[in-house]
């Protein structure tokens, strides 16, 4: 049947949409707010061992002032991923993405203000961090977000261009600032080296603010009754209750819809391979705080030139970036080919595998170093690598599995809970860092002892995922054109 002419035309039309006005203002905005927090963070563990807690640089102290820093850090850490699902909570029920953007990031640039006069006074600075981490963490949610508001049906096939330097404006800003930050903390001191993230935080507020007039605002939709966290808890309620011969998810059914209870559903199931998530980011997140304070006893010489410690961490996201298009265009189509079909779970398996083996190598590495050697950060960058690698395996792919396995009524809600597994991972290392700091029972795990303690810990996290993710079922939901959630498939991996 020939088609429609006006449809044909409608078709033309929308293909001839423009990037939105705002975009600019967004990537900007990114890019800015994304250099300072990595730049703050690039120097945070050394800075916080050599001001406040080993300034002497006496060797009886090291463990214990390493273990503090690790501590304050994870700690950081910790708090801004929780924020995320606070913060998305403001913006979609009370105040909209706008308000919660713009003046959290006033609070934001005001607790990088705090951190450059504060760099003689731990609780001060410890203020700073609070505030930078609950201002970080509570636009996360909502920045990302704001790009798709963006969109209609004019310019919607220009999405993924948008969406994708959006992702490179993030890693450019985190490049940039881990390579420049760690220089002026070395030429000229903490204050100028904490200063400078907080001018970029400015610098990203007001251009976001001039954006102001050309974004699309979604106004807040109120507390709405069938939300994940309700639903939940009318589920437990049926759990404990006689429900007349009716299941738990048929008593929840006849108080929230039904549609409403299978997105529940998934959540439970995709929470059952979240479980062994937060033990990656626990350890993913020593690359930049551990792995840093280790690099200042090795031999920093790369191709003639001595970089700062604090700099080597640049290598993750180049490692990130140039290996990103090489296994969606190459590595996983091989092996799908030769009869290995890298399903999401096979694929998060593998990177918990690859992690494990990057602090493998940092655990030899420190033992040299416990030994008086000098190793080469060469070894090092190798364990960057296979680390990077694991990341994109994990991170990525649990993205992806997080998106997939959730209706659209529970998308948003799925990834606040990727968010809170960092989250977690970073409360157990600082949990673990504040017993040894305090002469607990991990006291003993120093050195490279450390670093096996978390390979021994990864190792077991493995071989239980391995057992349980043969068994989990898959239920996966696309959003058609429609926007209603279809079901695609319901499979069981082999």
Known sequence: MAPNTTD????????????????PYIIGNEAAERFSYYGMRAILSTFLVAQFFNATKDPALTAAAEARSNELVHYFVALAYFMPLVGGILADSFFGKYKVIFYVS???TIGHLILSLATNNLSLFTVGLIVIAISAGGIKSSVSANVGDQFDKSNKHLMSKVYGWFYFS??????FSTILIPYLYKEYGADIAFGVPGILMAIATFTFWLGRKKYVRVPPSGLKKENFFFIVIEYFKQLFSNRNGKTVWQAVAQKYSAKSADGVKAVFRVLAVFAFIPIFWAMWDMCLAEWVIQAEKMDLTVFGHKYIAEQIQTVNPIFVLSCIPLFTYFVYPFFDRVGLKTTPLRRIGAGLILTALSFVIIALIQEKIDAGGHPSIWWQI?????????EILVSITGLEYAYTQAPKSMKSTMNAIWLLTVSVGNLFVAAMNGNIASGGYFSKFTGASYYWLYVGILSGFIIVYLLVSSRLKEKSYIVGEDEDAALLAESKEP
């Open 8 to 23: 044909v035309l409608t078709d033309i039309e929308e293909k001839k949409g423009k990037f939105p006005k705002a975009v």
């Open 106 to 108: 006033i609070l934001y």
């Open 382 to 390: 190798l364990a960057y690598f296979v680390l990077s690698v694991g």
């Open 170 to 175: 993030i890693n450019a800003g985190s490049v």
